[in-house]
């Protein structure tokens, strides 16, 4: 089924994106349909969360494995598959940037891209950010937040009271002022998640004239077995990697 489904997806769409079965499970099949039907570029990339996601290509066309969990989804979709849209000359919904303090420590694994989402409120003229409860399926995190933070391999620590670069997921004017304010305002559900992944060279080679994108749930899969790495290749290098096999075939 899953096999049949990916064909037919590849075969009608210019990009595919498939919805979990990306990891090393009994039941996760996705990259071994992906390499039966073509080619994995890449399985298993040093970011959090989406470790286990997949940059594939059968017949010349990209195809993303995403992991189920929805925070890990929502990564690789922002730093994969919206880079490839902005290549193909589509204008990403790049959230603001603004400058926060850190309301508590945020400890990472030095050897990964992490992505901390975070709940940012106003001070006076300042913004306070406080990082929200982590893992790929913590999903009220992406229900509580406005904001993340992008900490770049090899950072390790970032303690409480820092200066950070965040980028927002809704407007600036509907962030809410911190509890204790002398204005408290209501706060109106914002924007979705927006990105600050650059226009690296992901999948340069597939242009197509018009683009076509379906999303594939792999909750019913078919047979096969995908394997993960324990850690995967960095995020950047990944898409450098990627860009130039494809410009390759």
């Given at each position: 089924m899953l096999r049949q489904a990916i064909a037919k997806g590849v075969r009608e769409n210019d990009l595919l994106l498939v919805s979990a079965g990306s990891s090393a499970g009994t039941r996760d099949f996705t990259a071994g349909v992906i390499g039966d039907l073509g080619e994995v570029l890449v399985h298993g990339i040093a970011m959090k969360p989406g470790k286990p996601a997949i940059i594939g290509r059968v017949d010349g066309k990209p195809v993303i494995g995403m992991p189920g969990y929805p925070i890990a989804a929502m990564t690789t979709v922002r730093e994969l598959a919206l880079p490839l849209l902005v290549e193909w000359g589509f204008c990403a919904p790049y959230g603001e940037r603004l400058h926060a303090r850190l309301a508590r420590t945020v400890q990472t694994d030095p050897g990964f891209d992490e992505y901390v989402f975070l709940t940012v409120s106003r001070s006076g003229d300042r913004y306070i950010a406080t990082p929200l409860p982590r893992g790929a399926g913590t999903q009220m995190t992406v229900v509580r937040a406005n904001a993340y933070l992008h900490v770049p391999p090899g950072t390790g620590s970032i303690h409480e009271g820092a200066e950070v670069e965040i980028l927002l997921t809704g407007p600036r004017a509907?962030?809410?002022?911190?509890?204790?304010?002398?204005?408290?305002?209501?706060?109106?559900?914002?924007?979705?998640?927006?990105?600050?992944?650059?226009?690296?060279?992901?999948?340069?080679?597939?242009?197509?004239?018009?683009?076509?994108?379906?999303?594939?749930?792999?909750?019913?899969?078919?047979?096969?077995?995908?394997?993960?790495?324990?850690?995967?290749?960095?995020?950047?290098?990944?898409?450098?990697?990627?860009?130039?096999?494809?410009?390759?075939?």
């Open positions: 509907l962030i809410r002022e911190s509890p204790g304010s002398r204005r408290p305002r209501a706060r109106t559900p914002g924007a979705g998640s927006r990105s600050d992944a650059p226009a690296e060279e992901l999948l340069t080679a597939v242009l197509p004239d018009q683009l076509r994108l379906p999303f594939l749930d792999t909750a019913v899969a078919s047979r096969g077995r995908a394997c993960c790495p324990d850690r995967g290749v960095g995020r950047s290098s990944t898409l450098l990697r990627v860009a130039s096999r494809l410009r390759a075939s």
